[in-house]
């Protein structure tokens, strides 16, 4: 199994509304990723999850929230977001922990949200 | 500030012919530098990748090619196929630092039949 899966794979919600990202992976990766994409724009790094633990915030707001239940789920939370959040969110893992991020990241297919 | 940059954003070659992909970067901490390629409606997947001690690193079609003093790279698709249309991302990394993966903004390759 050399999947990532995210669901759902769209959302569309309100400001007001409270909803969540759903990632999973069996391969085995130790460090699980979040990654913000606009469009005709690179993915940028929001969290990064390493043995289950926060790694990286790269000064995401608080109205995303991120948390990573056991080594094969990761999910984010979102609160209160703004039209602009709008974007496709992609899931990534890779082998390994904190020292292995120079190896290859496995992407899911990605969340597309929409904010009302 | 943009430490990886894909300057051209769309690239149409024949089937058969020779597709270059071309990425610099500004960062000399980098040190490992990987392709990855997009599909439509599908997350990027893993093509190919490069350490900063090599110039050089061949898979099948695709030849990567690093040019430390340049800071430049490239990716080489021989023969170019149909199937091989999608937008290709460069990302580098510095394993001294956080090693966190900095992309690119993707170059659009169509390969026309």
């Known amino acids: 199994d050399t999947e990532v899966t995210q669901t759902p794979k769209h ?8 909803k969540s990202l759903k990632c999973e992976q069996h391969m085995g990766h130790r460090a699980m990723y979040w990654y913000k994409q606009k469009a005709k724009k690179p993915p940028e790094l929001m969290f990064v999850y390493s ?3 926060l790694s990286i915030n790269e000064s995401v707001p608080s109205r995303f929230s ?4 056991n080594s094969s789920l990761l999910n984010l939370h979102l609160h ?3 039209p602009e959040d709008s974007a496709l969110y992609l899931c990534a893992s890779s082998q390994g922990g904190l020292a292995i991020y120079t190896g290859e990241l496995f992407f899911g297919e990605g969340s597309r949200l ?3 | 500030d943009q430490q990886v940059k894909q300057n051209s954003p769309s690239l ?3 089937e058969g012919r020779i597709s270059i992909l071309n990425c610099d970067y500004t960062n000399s901490m980098f040190d490992y530098f990987l392709w990855y390629k997009k599909y ?3 997350g990027p997947t893993f093509l190919i990748s490069i350490s900063s001690i090599k ?3 061949e898979d099948g079609r695709f030849t990567v090619f690093l040019n430390k003093s340049a800071k430049h790279l490239s990716l080489h698709i021989v023969p170019s196929q149909p199937g091989d249309s999608a937008v290709y991302f460069c990302a580098a990394s510095d394993s001294s630092n956080t090693g966190k993966l900095i992309f690119g903004q993707g170059t659009t390759l169509q390969v026309k039949p």
């Open chain 1, 80 to 82: 209160a977001l703004q």
């Open chain 2, 40 to 42: 439509p409606a599908e």
């Open chain 1, 114 to 116: 929409t904010v009302l």
């Open chain 1, 11 to 18: 959302l569309v919600m309100g400001m007001t509304n409270k």
């Open chain 2, 12 to 14: 149409s070659v024949q």
């Open chain 2, 55 to 57: 110039d050089k690193n």
């Open chain 1, 66 to 69: 991120p948390e990573c239940p």
């Open chain 1, 51 to 53: 043995y289950e633990k």
